[in-house]
């Protein structure tokens, strides 16, 4: 077995300008990288019948599935939403590279769809919570297949507040895109077909 040491890193920018020649995902913390693991195939289903529904409302362009890397403050420095949805701006900004800078305007919305386990549960719930809350991204959905809901957090302010904990027959409600998007929350699940 042969045993590959990973760089350290000093900065974002250095981290920026690695490149292993993979398609793995890593996020960065404390200067270390840790390959992300790939997602369960319901979550990819769920995000992909998301992405479907945003690409009806945005266009094909403005919706990212989890390949998009997102600069954070704190530990990582970088997170990878399971669904992001971009501005207009964000279309050639991305064209080099997947990465939204915390120079760059904020992404609209990212949702995140919860894994198994209580250490994942309470890193979409607080961890990236804070972190999405602190780039000032408006919109930030949390996806609860162990429940089968959404929670659904606008930002005010700098604050998230809930705009809903949406389950079963409920429609889901966006801010930003509440006359546009019309599922409820069952079909996200597959529950109805």
């Known amino acids: 077995m042969m045993l590959t040491l990973l760089p350290r890193f000093e ?14 995902l890593y996020e960065l913390f ?7 693991p790939p997602e369960s195939g319901w979550n990819v289903e769920i995000a992909n019948f998301l992405l479907l529904k945003f690409a009806l409302v945005v266009g094909y362009r403005r ?20 669904l992001t949805i971009i501005g207009a701006e964000h279309i050639q900004q991305l064209s080099k590279r997947n990465t ?17 386990g209580e250490i994942q549960r309470d890193r979409d719930y607080i961890a990236k919570r804070l972190q999405y809350q602190d780039c000032g991204i408006p919109e930030y959905w949390i996806v609860e297949p162990k429940t089968q809901s959404i929670l659904v957090l606008e930002l005010k302010g700098d604050t998230y507040i809930e705009v809903g904990n949406f389950a079963g027959d409920d429609l889901v409600v966006s801010p930003q895109f509440k006359a546009d998007l019309n599922f409820k929350v069952a079909e996200v699940f597959g529950m109805t077909e």
């Not at 404390?30 to 992300?36: A, D, K, Q, R």
């Not at 919706?63 to 399971?82: I, Q, S």
């Not at 800078?101 to 949702?111: D, G, K, T, Y």
Request: aromatic share 6%; net charge negative.
């Open 11 to 24: 900065t974002f920018e250095e981290y920026m300008s690695y490149d292993d020649n993979s398609e793995k």
């Open 100 to 116: 939204i800078r915390l120079s760059m305007a904020p992404p609209l919305l990212v949702v995140e769809i919860v894994s198994p």
């Open 63 to 82: 919706v990212r599935g989890h390949g998009l890397e997102l600069e954070v403050r704190g530990e990582p420095k970088n997170r990878y939403p399971d």
């Open 30 to 36: 404390n200067g270390e990288l840790i390959e992300v």
